[in-house]
């Protein structure tokens, strides 16, 4: 599921889509992830923290609908690579969690990207084979932007990023921890504002509230029916 299939469907699915389409299919993973912990993990959500899950992501669609961004029905190839593509990310949350009973999260992460390691190498030598361009296999290493690039997706992006989530499933259920995926969209308006000078209007404000509440709501209510039930 991941790295392998989110990865290969994410890039061949933006090949025929938009990233803005990208964004606002991402943002119903949360809803995904919900509908098949609750299938295989017997993960059972609260009305309210369904509502606040739709909340968050709500609020990631109002935020690229009011940037003018549509989901457009003829790239329907792209868009339906990018629904799977919420699939496999809701998929790797359960069965992390799943896992997570029986192996550390350095076990399961270790496991995973060495898979996606073996597979992408195979591809890439298929690739520049049937294009006669082996020679240049290792040309790209000699870009010192190459490199940092490779090592802050490598580690950071991937590595730490994965290592991090399957420790957070091995302490939390699936669906609350997938909603914080949401609040990716207000990183990206912040770091716009921050670094690229973007403006920040009354609808970035008002999405990202929506946001927020919903990922607090998502983890906050309930827990009190949680407890109960883990006490009895």
């Known amino acids: 599921m991941y790295p392998l299939g989110f990865f290969a469907l994410q890039a061949f699915g933006l090949q025929r889509a938009t990233s803005a389409e990208g964004g606002i299919l991402y943002a119903f993973t949360p809803v995904v992830t919900m509908v098949l912990a609750s299938i295989f993990l017997k993960e059972a959500a609260s009305v309210l923290q369904k509502l606040s899950i739709a909340l968050s992501v709500f609020g990631v669609v ?34 992390a969690r799943s ?9 399961i992460t270790y496991l995973m990207q060495g898979i996606g390691f073996a597979a992408f190498l195979a591809f890439s030598l298929v690739s520049h084979s049937a294009a006669g361009t082996l020679r240049h296999f290792f040309a790209p290493l000699a870009s010192g932007t190459f490199i940092a690039s490779v090592l802050y997706l490598g580690i950071l992006s991937s590595l730490v990023t994965a290592l991090a989530a399957t420790y957070i499933l091995s302490k939390m259920e699936a669906a609350k921890m997938s909603v914080f995926a949401n609040l990716s969209t207000i990183v990206s308006i912040a770091a716009g504002a921050l670094f690229l000078g973007e403006n920040v209007t009354l609808y970035h404000l008002i999405g990202s509230a929506l946001i927020i509440a919903g990922v607090i709501g998502t983890n906050r209510l309930g827990r009190r029916k949680t407890e109960k039930a883990a006490s009895s």
Do not use: D, R, W
């Open 62 to 95: 109002f935020i690229f609908v009011m940037k003018g961004s549509t989901i457009h029905l003829s790239n329907i190839a792209g868009i339906f690579l990018l629904v799977l593509t919420c699939v496999a990310s809701a998929g790797y949350s359960v069965m």
């Open 99 to 107: 896992l997570s009973k029986q192996f550390s999260p350095a076990e």
